[in-house]
């Protein structure tokens, strides 16, 4: 069976619209990604760094319940994970508030167990990283991850990355766009949202976009356009898949993450790039009519999807 690790950050999440009674949770783009990979059956193990206090406690068990393997998590005495509070605007739309300076994801690769994880990751089939995996990180780290990556690629693995860009992450637009541009030489599979490489690397439509990351040495692309669907490109091939539009979305958390996750279980099971992309576009169509970054289990797809 394929296997997957995911490598980011998990904060604990505070949604509603009402501050007196918010929702406690937790979420991370690649963690979100994580769990859903795990619950279309692929196995999938996140990679990060939580503290030992009861909340970074209670994240294990919770990840453990959705079946996504924690070996690799570091926990690191007397720290505590990062949080983030959402809102909603009336369309969903989402606005993030973050409290995560001293989280110890950042820290993931400076921690002693951090020689045994990036060796590790050559035992994968998949790496899947975001570019708020990235903004997390220090140059030094950085180049500790890429060199770990090539060896994932090395022994026969792939790497996957999706761009999500989010301004706050990082000092300024061009060290986003420089730091990004350097991990794409490491990258087999690319899954950005348009929205994020217009604003990073100014592409002008998704075409543009395709063209800049095949040129980067990315073999495997698949460019989401929100409502319109998405952009695969592959092996000389494009085609638009559309998507069904869904009245009225309550939530657009993970939109973009289930999405990957659908898109990439069926890539593991060998559905063609097409295929993978409908399979992505009927579950991320499902999260977002859920408040939240994990939905229900009991509202997800079904088997035929």
Same mark, same amino acid.
């Given at each position: 069976? =394929?296997?997957?690790?995911c490598?980011g950050?998990?904060?604990?999440?505070?949604?509603g619209?009402?501050? #007196?009674?918010?929702?406690?949770?937790?979420?991370?783009?690649t *963690?979100?990604?994580?769990?859903?990979?795990?619950?279309?059956?692929?196995?999938?193990?996140?990679?990060?760094?939580?503290?030992?206090?009861p909340?970074?406690?209670?994240?294990?068990?919770?990840?453990?319940?959705?079946?996504?393997?924690?070996?690799?998590?570091v #926990?690191?005495?007397?720290?505590?994970p990062?949080?983030?509070?959402?809102?909603?605007?009336?369309?969903?739309?989402r606005?993030?508030?973050y409290?995560?300076?001293?989280?110890?994801?950042?820290?993931?690769?400076?921690f002693?167990?951090?020689?045994?994880?990036?060796?590790?990751l050559?035992?994968?089939?998949?790496?899947?990283?975001?570019?708020?995996?990235?903004?997390?990180?220090?140059a030094?780290?950085?180049e500790?991850?890429c060199?770990?990556?090539d060896?994932?690629?090395?022994?026969?693995?792939?790497?996957?990355?999706?761009?999500?860009?989010?301004?706050r992450?990082?000092?300024?637009?061009?060290?986003?766009?420089?730091?990004?541009?350097?991990?794409?030489?490491?990258?087999?599979?690319?899954? !950005?949202? *348009?929205?994020?490489?217009?604003?990073?690397?100014?592409d002008a439509?998704? &075409?543009?976009?395709? &063209?800049?990351?095949?040129?980067?040495?990315?073999?495997?692309?698949?460019?989401?356009?929100?409502?319109?669907?998405?952009?695969?490109?592959?092996?000389?091939?494009?085609?638009?898949?559309a998507?069904? !539009?869904?009245?009225?979305?309550?939530?657009?958390?993970?939109?973009?993450d289930?999405f990957?996750?659908?898109?990439?279980?069926?890539?593991?099971?060998?559905?063609? =790039?097409v295929?993978?992309?409908?399979?992505?576009? #009927? *579950?991320a169509?499902?999260?977002?009519?859920?408040?939240?970054?994990?939905?229900?289990?009991?509202?997800m797809?079904?088997?035929e999807?």
């Amino acid at each position: 069976m =394929p296997r997957v690790a995911c490598i980011g950050e998990c904060m604990m999440e505070l949604s509603g619209a009402d501050q #007196r009674a918010m929702t406690l949770s937790y979420g991370g783009d690649t *963690l979100n990604t994580a769990v859903y990979l795990a619950r279309l059956g692929v196995e999938t193990d996140y990679v990060t760094a939580l503290g030992d206090d009861p909340y970074s406690d209670w994240m294990i068990e919770q990840w453990r319940s959705e079946g996504v393997g924690t070996d690799l998590v570091v #926990r690191a005495a007397g720290r505590v994970p990062g949080l983030y509070a959402i809102r909603n605007d009336a369309g969903g739309e989402r606005q993030f508030f973050y409290w995560r300076d001293q989280a110890p994801a950042r820290d993931l690769f400076a921690f002693p167990e951090s020689g045994e994880i990036a060796a590790r990751l050559a035992g994968y089939d998949l790496v899947y990283l975001s570019g708020i995996s990235l903004s997390l990180y220090s140059a030094a780290h950085c180049e500790t991850l890429c060199a770990a990556l090539d060896k994932v690629r090395a022994a026969g693995g792939k790497v996957v990355f999706d761009t999500n860009y989010r301004p706050r992450g990082w000092p300024d637009v061009a060290t986003a766009r420089r730091v990004m541009a350097e991990l794409l030489a490491h990258v087999d599979i690319a899954a !950005p949202t *348009l929205g994020d490489d217009v604003e990073v690397f100014g592409d002008a439509d998704a &075409d543009a976009c395709a &063209d800049r990351l095949h040129a980067a040495g990315v073999t495997e692309v698949v460019v989401k356009l929100d409502a319109e669907g998405c952009l695969v490109s592959s092996g000389g091939v494009r085609d638009h898949v559309a998507t069904v !539009p869904r009245a009225d979305p309550v939530d657009t958390s993970a939109a973009g993450d289930s999405f990957n996750a659908g898109y990439l279980a069926a890539r593991l099971a060998g559905a063609p =790039p097409v295929v993978a992309a409908q399979q992505g576009h #009927r *579950l991320a169509g499902e999260v977002i009519m859920h408040r939240g970054a994990i939905i229900p289990r009991d509202a997800m797809p079904g088997e035929e999807h």
